[in-house]
């Protein structure tokens, strides 16, 4: 028996994800929780863009976590600025979950920073759905 995978399922799903994981992120940044709040904004871009590698590559999204190598498996068009800023948002998946390897904590005021340009980010992709 051949199982058929419902890719728009798959997008749909990322996509939910992503929204709540957003709204997760902007939660524990605004109560000062910066590492947990910049793992999220992390997560959240990352949803998107499996995604819209779902729906652009019609295939389930690989079980990784770089932003920039997901952006261009998915084909995305993206802006210098907005690549840069996926650049910058990567180094927190990895302190999020390994908080030992030595990334100094961005102040509040510089995760203020971080959330505003993933957030152009993070909306330019939703649109994209």
């Not at 709540?20 to 793992?39: C, M, N, P, Q, Y």
């Not at 779902?54 to 068009?77: F, K, Q, S, V």
């Not at 840069?84 to 390897?101: K, S």
Request: with cysteine; hydrophobic share 40%; charged share 25%.
């Amino acid at each position: 028996m051949v199982y058929m995978v419902d890719i728009t399922k798959h997008a749909e799903y990322w996509k939910s994800g992503a929204l709540e994981d957003w709204d997760t992120a902007r939660h524990l940044l605004s109560s000062v929780k910066i590492r947990h709040g910049l793992f999220f904004v992390h997560l959240a871009l990352e949803k998107v863009i499996k995604g819209l590698l779902c729906l652009n590559r019609e295939d389930i999204a690989p079980r990784t976590h770089n932003l920039i190598r997901l952006a261009e498996m998915a084909g995305l068009d993206l802006t210098e600025e907005h690549t840069n800023t996926l650049a910058d948002i990567n180094q927190f998946n990895m302190e999020g979950r390994y908080p030992d390897i030595g990334i100094p904590q961005p102040s509040p005021k510089e995760a203020a920073a971080y959330l505003e340009k993933a957030q152009e980010v993070f909306h330019c992709l939703i649109k994209q759905y």
